[in-house]
């Protein structure tokens, strides 16, 4: 039987991308750092990383991007003078296993050389209760006596996209702890990673500088066993000591705490996220796995308490993608967030805010000169946008193809202005709208009334010249998904500002003084009121995903991708082959009705997810889930089922392409891993969540028994446990009231320390 | 000496290219047909073509483009029964000359074959006096006695780039007279051709159906020469005759006429042309030919009176640019004509006017749907857009490229409605309003109207998202040539309702109801007051050509070039090389302070020219004479000198680029000739005229001794010469009354049959 908590692996397959896709595969993380699934004794060619959160660094003209540190974590065997490697030394067994429980990583490999088998293990996890800390517990057995070496430290040759981007590497000892520090090539700011470990035998000397060589002469069949501690610590932390000491500082008290105190803490933690997070399925392995395996990878990447960090889009499994967080976080991360574990999403939420001035810097100096606040389509730690106008290679002229991803897809502002309202709405705490989040919400709807235009003759605002969801169409007029989103931006806009005054009017009237804005609220008035956007045709209910889109030609994905000339072009930027016809890279109206599934009806839903599924590409991640909550939302589960299956298990298969044009996108896919959770939770339970209100109205898929989730509102706690004829909610017995539940269409109160069930019939048991 | 009235050539190259540059050089028209510069003996290959003005067809998805007729020009010589051509017989002189002073062309060429020399000779002219005609003189002489046989007819095999365009190909004898008559693939119209000669010698019999062989025996030294006229009509005619009667029936006249009659009548045509449009130019030979070239190509390629044709962007040349009419006419043709010859000016008005319909289905297809009149950006008989989305081939993909030609370059209805309003103000002659002018002017306003955007927070009304003049930059927003030209067409739109409704009231009030128009015209108001156009910055004069235009790339043309992959590779549409640059493909504002000259001081111009010239790629034919005139306009002639012959040599030495991307561009450049006489009499002549006076302001080029032109103005017509230092104005003795001209500023009244003299230092003779 499955073990739903286990990916397991039982061969090694030696081919550079097995072991780029195993190291996506069986990455680990603790929100400040990620350390990819790869063995301890591999190196930057077999693209060992150890990518640090928020951490950023640009050599020359090349994209900046996330620092990957010295590799703290490597070990590997010496016997009889010859380094013992799954790429050189051959492999009698293997298997490596994820522990998604508490995100450690386990491995073990026989590996027979010069007439002796040798048994390698090890295990690794990054501490979730000290971020900066990872341990390590690696053993050897040899079947026969030999003279064993054991190479390990830290691995200062890195595997970098766009580096080098540490320079002056420096190694030092602290007693029996190295220390490697170095400094990043644009702000020089120190990485520091100090390593120690605890072993009984042999005779230790240094070799080759940042890594120590034990020997000792190893007795048939005995295991012998190390412990490795290693920290990194870096100036871009908020801390008080220097990154250098800390490091070596965080290394000192993990030896004295030992493996086991520092296992246990992990442990803990990782439970207490379980206990939040954790999605049941009953009767449907499959599902199960896939669906923990999403969570898990939410969990890993969430950031550190405090770190006001967010999440990018390929989490912390390497540097793609410039390592820069999109608008996947706020649309296809957060909901998982805010609905089971919000002080994570306070982070993600913290960082716009603290990001907000380089969204300003963008309104400012892109196009015409905006007000208001744009935010980066690819946003680091400054908010300034990392994305390029030239972001796509061309394989057939090697030429950097221009896209208008960072100038075009204003859909970004509204997309966290609605996070940062959709917080306030379900957890009732207005301190985020206080500290920033209003002048965030104001500045985002500024910045569409400087977008937006006036059309006299038909009395109504619009927004042109955009990218919607949709890559492949560039600079459209009137995407439905992006005015909806500025429609509802001004909404929350006008809305906050009515909050703000009959609750905070001291902290209102500051936030209007100093943004300047009085003059500016009654327009957000008339904008909300008059912005155009597309509505479903009356007969067919179709909503048209731009200006234009229906006279396009209708062509079948299968006849465009035969017209390719090299297997990597891009299908957009404007001369791509998709650009003149109705093929979409991913959901845009779809991705609409999911955001705003209040406003449409379920014919709308039905006509427009049968008219646009076939002419879907799902070029992007974000699109399958999208596709899988709007089928669930009208009825058609085995559809809706196929397409969650495809979003839960994008990053467990790992079978994504790894170019789009000459870009090396291979990482993993945290919003999709949201979207698996979007499509079991909002999809499948029929959770929709307000600020009066928790609806559900399941709809379990025919092979479910049973689907269990927890849901955290108003700051309390509640598990939900849907059957296909009944929901189970139970509130937590600390929670401060009663909550309003709404379970097909019949009110719920749901009491602390109390249980409800109601079935289907509508009788409350 | 030069004769610059003649045009000669005195050797043959025997390759296509030059074969194919000549036939372009050396090419006579008449209105109604071109005949391009090739021998007599010279067939498909070599890219004869009798091409017809106004007659379109379209085969398959081909382009649609002009017809070619059958060619009723050919003759063979067969001398011991051996055909005689250039291509493969041997050339021992060869001498060809075009005849500015009547569109005759003239060749001469001795051949050796045999062990004997022949020598063939003959011309050609098609009637000015009767469009339907064309006449050849040809004769043969051989040096010793020889069988010879003369094949004449109508040549059947035709060179099309997108044909074959006719089809059943029928000849038939009427007594002594050839006809060919085929049918259309598109309309199923017929196309005739009716050819007949004059030849007192030998046998006569058929052969290869539609030519015929006369066989004698030839004396030695003796000269035979041969007249054949041949006639083109079609049902595209608007004549009573059918095509195939009316042709045989042409053919019959000219032949009782005989050839000195029928070229009697052509010359007193062509006498008559001159005589209103030359312009000499004193002290420069290579100038007054270059010059007097252009004008040429401008009077063959007139539309013949009541035809409502217009003149395309290739003129009679061949099928170039599908035989379409761009603004190129309008902006850079009709001056000339409007102010030497304005009966023709009317005619390419009245095809605006005919085409308004095609206008308006275009403004309802494009986009979003519009209002008014949409002119095609490549019109043919109807007035629809000729212009295909993917209208350049991409040499690296062979693909073609997605542009925005047709539906993004709205400056073409404010050109035609400027155009359209230049003829009243310039002639005094409603008539044209009244007859279709007035309604095309306000359907081109009523389309920007609804084209345009306001923006509120601006209180300013915008045109976005178009392609200016310069064709590298597509989809740019507020470029201020086309929102000058926007805000022109307002206040024409204006101007024209205010003429109306006082002058002609009843007929005001019709146009009003039929266009159910009356509550829009104060909104044309509103808009020609609110609508941007950029201004020049107070500091540098600097008029921004888009809105970012300024945040482009600065480079060099020659470093853009070197990027190249292919040589024909397109530097535009959205991808290509000169796109994020400030490399311009051609006059663009400097193409505005042409035509807005009144409005801009000099100080703007010098400004604006000195910094878009080295950036301006001139990719473009109608680039140089912008860049000639505005420079006069400042004063530095020698440049305006260097861009004057630029333009004006264009089709003489025809050394341009014959492919644009993978399309076929080869064949003349009418809007640079028209350039030419706009350079001449604008820029060096100083000419400007409005309703109230004609303004001299000359500023001849210091090797000039003298410009003598002639101008119509308000039905009268002057001789006007320029010297260094002085300025005589001669009316016209039938002249209706004194008109007001300004000479260096100074009132200068010239009276009918009145000569007047003004000198620089300011006292009138």
Partial sequence: MRDSWKITGETFSNDTESIM???????????????????????????????????????????????????????????????????????????????????????????????????????????????????????????????????????????DLNGPHLGDLRTERHEDILLVSAVTSEASKIVAVAEGIAFGVGRERDCDGSLRLVEFAAEAGKTYSLTKFFAVHTEFDRIGLAAADAAVESVRRAKALGYDACLAAHNDCWAEKWRLCDVAIEGDEAAQQALRYSIFQLLIAAPIAGSQNSISARALSGQVYKGAIFWDTEMFMLPFFLHTYPEKAVELLRYRIRTLDGARRKALTEGAGFKGAFYAWESQETGDDACTYFNIGDPLTKRDLRTHFRDKQVHVSGDVAIAMWEYFKLTGDDSLLLQGGAEVILECARFYYSYAYFKKDKNRYEILDVI??????????????????????????????????????????????????????????????????????????????????????????????????????????????????????????????????????????????????????????????????????????????????????????????????????????????????????????????????????????????????????????????????????????????????????????????????????????
Wanted: net charge neutral; glycine share 8%; hydrophobic share 40%.
């Fill in 21 to 159: 896709r195993n190291g996506n595969i069986y990455q680990i993380a603790n929100g400040y750092m990620g350390y990819r699934g790869t063995l301890d004794e591999f190196g930057a060619e077999e693209r060992v990383a150890v990518t640090l959160a928020g951490v950023f660094d640009r050599v020359g003209d090349a994209w900046r991007e996330p620092v990957n540190a010295p590799n703290g974590g490597f070990t590997q065997v010496i016997i009889d003078g010859e380094p013992v490697s799954a790429r050189h030394t051959a492999v009698l067994r293997h298997s490596q296993t994820l522990n998604l429980r508490n995100a450690s990583f386990e491995r073990e490999t026989v590996y027979k050389t010069r007439g002796k088998t040798v048994t390698i293990a090890s295990s690794r996890f990054l501490s979730a209760q000290h971020p900066n800390l990872g341990v390590i517990r690696y053993s050897v057995r040899c079947d026969k006596a030999a003279d064993l070496g054991i190479s390990t430290g830290i691995d200062g040759n890195i595997w």
């Fill in 468 to 765: 919607g969801p949709d890559e492949y169409h560039e600079r459209v007029n009137n995407n439905a998904f992006t005015n909806m989103v500025a429609k509802a931006t001004f909404e929350i806009a006008n809305a906050t500002a009515e909050y703000l005054a009959q609750n905070h009017p001291k902290a209102f009237r500051a936030l209007i003084d100093k943004l300047a804005i009085a003059q500016e609220l009654p327009l957000f008035v008339d904008a909300a009121k008059l912005l155009y956007v597309p509505e479903p045709d009356p007969k067919t209910g179709l909503i048209e995903q731009f200006e234009g889109y229906f006279n396009l030609t209708d062509t079948t994905i299968e006849e465009l991708k035969a017209k390719k000339i090299h297997p990597d072009e891009y299908l957009g930027a404007g001369q791509g082959l998709a650009v003149p016809t109705k093929v979409i890279k991913q959901a845009d109206v779809v991705m609409m009705l999911n955001l705003f599934k209040d406003r449409y009806s379920k014919e709308v839903k039905r006509a427009n997810w049968e008219y646009y599924e076939p002419r879907t590409e799902h070029g992007s991640s974000l699109s399958p889930c999208a596709y899988a909550m709007l089928a669930a939302e009208f009825g058609n589960l085995d559809v809706a089922y196929r397409y969650f299956m495809k979003t839960a298990k994008i990053d467990l298969e790992a079978r994504y392409n790894i170019y789009v044009g000459t870009t090396f996108t291979g990482g993993s896919h945290p919003a999709a891993n949201g979207g698996a959770w979007m499509a079991a939770v909002f999809g499948f339970g029929g959770v929709s969540a307000d600020e009066t209100h928790v609806a559900i109205a399941p709809r379990l898929y025919r092979n479910w028994k049973s689907l269990r989730f927890n849901l955290a509102y108003k700051g309390d706690s509640f598990t939900v446990t849907v059957a296909q004829d009944a929901v189970e909610i139970t509130g937590a017995a600390g929670n401060a009231a009663a909550r309003s539940f709404v379970v097909w269409g019949e009110a719920a109160p749901c009491a602390p320390g109390k249980s409800l069930v109601i079935k289907r019939d509508k009788k409350v048991a």
